[in-house]
């Protein structure tokens, strides 16, 4: 017997709802791809027929991130940003020291996209700054070493 606590992943609403809708397009798409591996299966030999091979493993990835996606939509924890002035998902953060400031979004913990400047509370900086508040110092590590931070805004 698995007596293992069930991790639930940290969604925002709208991260959810992204999920949900691919999900459903997912679903969507897979009544199609039944069908050509149906087609490909008609034409005969198996081992030699490459549409069948392509169509058999389009449909086995779609299988497999639909029961991704089915266990993290069970299993997800739907975070609603509160109005605490303290770092936590849904907030937006400012950090500086001397050479630079950066801002960020923290999002769900699958919902990060680093080019668009938004971070899950499993990135370095988001371990560093979670909890944390205005005026608070963080160290965060990177390759180079650490570097020390300050927080600047919380909204």
């Known amino acids: 017997?698995?007596?293992r606590p069930v991790h639930?992943?940290?969604f925002t609403k709208e991260g959810y709802e992204k999920l949900q809708q691919e999900y459903e397009g997912l679903k969507a798409e897979r009544p199609a791809v039944v069908l050509d591996v149906q087609k490909a299966r008609d034409m005969g030999d198996l081992k030699e027929n490459g549409y069948y091979q392509a169509s058999k493993g389009k449909l086995r990835s779609i299988d497999s991130q639909l029961m991704r996606i089915e266990y993290n939509l069970k299993t997800a924890?739907?975070?609603d940003p509160s109005e605490s002035d303290a770092v936590g998902i849904g907030s937006t953060v400012t950090l500086f020291n001397q050479d630079r400031e950066m801002t960020f979004q923290f999002v769900g913990d699958f919902e990060a996209a680093p080019g668009e400047r938004k971070l899950s509370l499993l990135s370095p900086i988001g371990k560093a700054v979670e909890g944390k508040k205005v005026g608070d110092e963080v160290s965060i590590q990177t390759p180079s070493g650490a570097v020390s931070y300050k927080?600047?805004?919380v909204a």
């Open 8 to 10: 639930r992943a940290r």
């Open 1 to 3: 017997m698995n007596n």
């Open 151 to 153: 927080i600047k805004k």
């Open 77 to 79: 924890k739907i975070i």
